[in-house]
């Protein structure tokens, strides 16, 4: 019997090792120029988040379901974005854009649990403010802290399990050559392009995860605010529709920018290859867990208070130490004097 001469193929070139990533730009100068740019929001991006996480956290009045929510999110955010701008500042000053195959596939399967986890928050976040619009009454018998951490963690789960079943096989495909990424992440679907194996199976999977997960969410999300919309019209008061309308324009907020660049990217993977997609993989890869913090917190009054009240304590911390400081620098001067 004839040996099938593909399956020969395959089995006669070397596995690849490693890929290469071309990143967002081969022009030198254009990459020392944008480093300290990306610098500069992954670390506003570290820092606002693990802000608003403190203040959450050392304000006994923000101990409600829906800034606990918010925490959870600016904890994602940080976890999201550190599993990808590290390694894209490192590249801007790196000749050789390289990465290992197992890095690649770490560094994909990190960045896909935190964003599906963060599509389970948001609908988890959605639902948090039907209960509080439409209940207002049993709202803190329905949204308990016990209630509300089952959701976050399932949240995680969710992203965890469906993260690493697209990951697992598609990263077992045969990879013979060339390894060739033409993006600044190792982008899935570039990634089973350059599979020696037949990728449809895979490509399935990928889409089907968006749209299980993607979609899914999305329509959770969609169907919380039907209900918030129905609840807020038999609102007489405009003042209390208002205000009960105010408590959700953030959330609508963070869910048009992220489900607007997330569904146009994954929705789409024949277009992986154009700046369009680099352009909108770097909005809600870098730009968005930058901005959920800014959104919240802005238009937030009660964590406006929460950080100024913050920023006079640490002022109040800081006085006295000068004070202290001063009162022994004085106490050692007369003593030397003195002797």
Same mark, same amino acid.
């Given at each position: 019997?004839?040996?099938?001469?593909?399956?020969?193929?395959? #089995?006669?070139?070397?596995?690849?090792?490693?890929?290469?990533?071309?990143?967002?730009?081969?022009?030198?100068?254009?990459?020392?120029?944008?480093?300290?740019?990306?610098?500069?929001?992954?670390?506003?991006?570290?820092?606002?988040?693990?802000?608003?996480?403190?203040? $959450?956290?050392?304000?006994?009045?923000?101990?409600?379901?829906?800034?606990?929510?918010?925490?959870?999110?600016?904890?994602?955010?940080?976890?999201?974005?550190?599993?990808?701008?590290?390694?894209?500042?490192?590249?801007?000053?790196? !000749? #050789?854009?390289?990465?290992?195959?197992?890095?690649?596939?770490?560094?994909?399967?990190?960045?896909?649990?935190?964003?599906?986890? #963060?599509?389970?928050?948001?609908?988890?976040?959605?639902? !948090?403010?039907?209960?509080?619009?439409?209940?207002?009454?049993?709202?803190?018998?329905?949204?308990?802290?016990?209630?509300?951490?089952?959701?976050?963690?399932?949240?995680?789960?969710?992203?965890?399990?469906?993260?690493?079943?697209?990951?697992?096989?598609?990263?077992?495909?045969?990879?013979?050559?060339?390894?060739?990424?033409?993006?600044?992440?190792?982008?899935?679907?570039?990634?089973?392009?350059?599979?020696?194996?037949?990728?449809?199976?895979?490509?399935?999977?990928?889409?089907?995860?968006?749209?299980?997960?993607?979609?899914?969410?999305?329509?959770?999300?969609?169907?919380?605010?039907?209900?918030?919309?129905?609840?807020?019209?038999?609102?007489?008061?405009?003042?209390?529709?208002?205000?009960?309308?105010?408590?959700?324009?953030?959330?609508?907020?963070?869910?048009?920018?992220?489900?607007?660049?997330?569904?146009?990217?994954?929705?789409?993977?024949?277009?992986?290859?154009?700046?369009?997609?680099?352009?909108?993989?770097?909005?809600?890869?870098?730009?968005?867990?930058?901005?959920?913090?800014?959104?919240?917190?802005?238009?937030?009054?009660? $964590?406006?208070?929460?950080?100024?009240?913050?920023?006079?304590?640490?002022?109040?911390?800081?006085?006295?130490?000068?004070?202290?400081?001063?009162?022994?620098?004085?106490?050692?001067? #007369?003593?030397?004097?003195?002797?």
């Amino acid at each position: 019997m004839a040996p099938n001469k593909s399956m020969e193929g395959v #089995e006669n070139h070397t596995s690849v090792a490693m890929f290469i990533l071309l990143g967002l730009s081969d022009e030198k100068e254009l990459q020392l120029i944008l480093f300290p740019v990306f610098l500069g929001i992954y670390l506003g991006t570290l820092l606002w988040n693990l802000c608003l996480i403190i203040v $959450i956290k050392i304000n006994s009045n923000l101990h409600t379901p829906m800034y606990l929510f918010l925490s959870s999110l600016s904890f994602i955010d940080i976890c999201y974005s550190s599993s990808i701008s590290p390694r894209m500042l490192s590249d801007f000053l790196r !000749d #050789e854009k390289t990465i290992s195959f197992m890095a690649c596939a770490t560094q994909y399967f990190v960045g896909a649990w935190m964003g599906l986890a #963060e599509c389970c928050l948001l609908a988890a976040m959605a639902y !948090d403010r039907y209960v509080a619009i439409g209940s207002p009454l049993q709202y803190s018998a329905i949204m308990v802290p016990g209630r509300c951490w089952k959701m976050i963690a399932g949240a995680c789960a969710s992203g965890f399990l469906t993260s690493l079943v697209h990951v697992l096989p598609c990263f077992n495909l045969s990879y013979c050559g060339p390894n060739i990424i033409q993006h600044f992440l190792c982008d899935i679907t570039q990634v089973i392009s350059l599979s020696c194996s037949n990728p449809f199976m895979c490509q399935m999977i990928v889409f089907l995860v968006a749209m299980f997960m993607g979609l899914g969410s999305l329509f959770v999300i969609l169907l919380s605010y039907g209900f918030i919309a129905a609840s807020i019209l038999k609102i007489y008061s405009v003042k209390g529709s208002a205000k009960a309308f105010n408590t959700c324009v953030s959330h609508l907020a963070a869910v048009t920018l992220f489900y607007s660049t997330c569904l146009s990217v994954y929705m789409h993977p024949g277009s992986s290859h154009s700046m369009k997609h680099k352009v909108l993989s770097i909005f809600y890869v870098i730009f968005i867990p930058l901005l959920n913090p800014l959104i919240y917190s802005l238009r937030n009054k009660d $964590i406006k208070e929460a950080l100024m009240r913050l920023i006079k304590r640490q002022h109040i911390y800081f006085s006295k130490n000068n004070i202290w400081a001063a009162i022994i620098t004085i106490r050692k001067r #007369e003593a030397s004097i003195c002797k």
